[in-house]
């Protein structure tokens, strides 16, 4: 089975710190992403990443970056949290480009708040 | 742009009976991929079914099925003999056959009530 992890279930976080979510894949997916989840909003893209050290801005990049070293691990990183951030992060992997069919695999989330 | 719209915030039924949750969707592509996804309370998000649009047969995942309208842009996923465990929020999504990236609508929250 696919696994993919997040290291932290909940983190709660001040207001201009430096935060760092890390995800890790052991499928040796080509694709990883970061999406936000908040009530009514859905899941909204934040960065994926195609590939080590490539990475692409997705719908809502302002405030975060990213970072790719390794295939299997992928960061999303706030610079200087601000409470707007507080959310549910999720990661995810997958195959792309003509292997299309195959799905996103998700990890557990982790629930940001930043006070 | 592609954009995927879930117009039922929230959905219920009772235990053993049959739910079905809309979702619509635009492109302008003509090949394409389509999923719904299941996430649980505090549990991770699954996949549930997933379609391509190139099929013309509905995708069957057992008690979960698919109403694909290509033309109307329409792709419903019907839940039969609904069990308590399907109480879970449902999203819609879609992606491109030769992208990366995929497309999710808001989400559907279903409750099963015994």
């Known amino acids: 089975d696919v696994k993919v992890t997040q290291s932290s279930r909940y983190l709660v976080k001040r207001t201009g710190e430096k935060v760092f979510l890390e995800c890790v894949q052991d499928?040796?997916?080509?694709?990883m992403f970061w999406y936000r989840q908040d009530p009514g909003l859905g899941l909204r893209l934040i960065y994926f990443?195609?590939?080590?050290?490539?990475?692409e801005k997705g719908d809502i990049p302002e405030g975060y970056s990213v970072s790719r070293e390794k295939k299997e691990r992928f960061s999303l990183i706030l610079e200087s949290a601000s409470t707007n951030q507080t959310s549910m992060y999720l990661c995810?992997?997958?195959?792309?480009?003509?292997?299309?069919?195959?799905?996103?695999?998700f990890g557990p989330g982790t629930r940001l708040t930043v006070l | 742009a592609q954009t995927v719209t879930q117009s039922q915030p929230e959905m219920s039924v009772q235990e053993a009976e049959t739910v079905t949750l809309s979702c619509t969707y635009d492109?302008?592509?003509?090949?394409?991929?389509l999923f719904w996804y299941k996430q649980p309370p505090s549990r991770q998000m699954i996949l549930v079914i997933r379609?391509?649009?190139?099929?013309?047969q509905n995708a069957t995942e057992n008690r979960f099925s698919v109403n694909f309208q290509k033309a109307a842009k329409s792709f419903s996923l019907k839940i039969s003999d609904s069990q308590l465990g399907d109480a879970a929020m449902y999203f819609c999504?879609?992606?491109?056959?030769?992208?990366?990236?995929?497309?999710f609508g808001t989400g559907t929250s279903l409750t099963v009530i015994p």
């Open positions: 995810a992997s997958g195959q792309g480009g003509s292997l299309g069919t195959d799905t996103q695999y």
């Open positions: 379609q391509e649009a190139y099929k013309q």
């Open positions: 499928m040796d997916h080509e694709n």
């Open positions: 990443s195609y590939d080590v050290k490539m990475k």
């Open positions: 492109t302008s592509e003509s090949d394409y991929y």
């Open positions: 999504a879609y992606r491109t056959v030769t992208g990366n990236q995929f497309y």
